[in-house]
Each structure stands twice: as C-alpha cells, then as structure tokens.
C-alpha cells in the first residue's frame, strides 16, 4: 500500500513540475534566457524579481506581453530590452503568465 502511495505522489510531482519546465524550455526556445534567468538578474531582471514588482497588479500581464512584444526601457535600469516580434503572440503570453506565477 505504501509504495503505491509513492508512486502516485512521485508521478504527481512529475506532472505538476512538466508545465514549469516546458515555460522554461519556452523561454528558452524564445531566447529569453540569454538576458534574463529565473532567480538572478543577468542584463535583464530575474524573473523572480519581475514577479514580485508586478504582484498584485492586475494589468501587469497585459504590461509584459506588450513589453515583451515591442521591447521598452526604463523600468529596470537603462539598458533596453529588445523587441521580440518573432515569438509568437501565444508564446509570450504563455512566458508571462510563467513568469508573473513566479517562474518556478
């Protein structure tokens, strides 16, 4: 009985823990992740960091598509972020919502 309780949490943690690294493999995929990285700033913040200034703010997702699709500068320091044109629209929404939960 109890290894059939581990198993179930084992593949559990494996199917809640497949949607994070699929959006990190997505942000990967996308280039992201030559500025950024999940929990330290490289050229850009780190996601985490994006997270936390964006919590609460319910018009943060919409904000960060559009940031992420025209590129901008200011918010984080001088250097600007480059526009991503080439990602498609589902793909940065689908980065954003990653990185607004978190990015774990």
Request: charged fraction near 25%.
């Amino acid at each position: 009985m109890k290894s059939i309780s581990i198993s179930a949490l084992a593949a559990t943690a494996v199917m809640l823990s497949a949607p994070a690294m699929a959006n990190m493999e997505l942000a990967k995929k996308s280039n992201c992740l030559a500025c950024h990285a999940v929990d330290k700033k490289i050229v850009g913040p780190s996601y985490q960091d994006v997270a936390k200034k964006y919590a609460g703010d319910k018009t943060a997702e919409a904000k960060l598509i559009e940031k992420v699709k025209k590129g901008g500068s200011g918010v984080w320091g001088p250097v600007p972020m480059a526009p991503n044109a080439a990602v498609k629209d589902e793909d940065i929404k689908t980065i954003v919502k990653w990185i607004l939960a978190g990015a774990k």
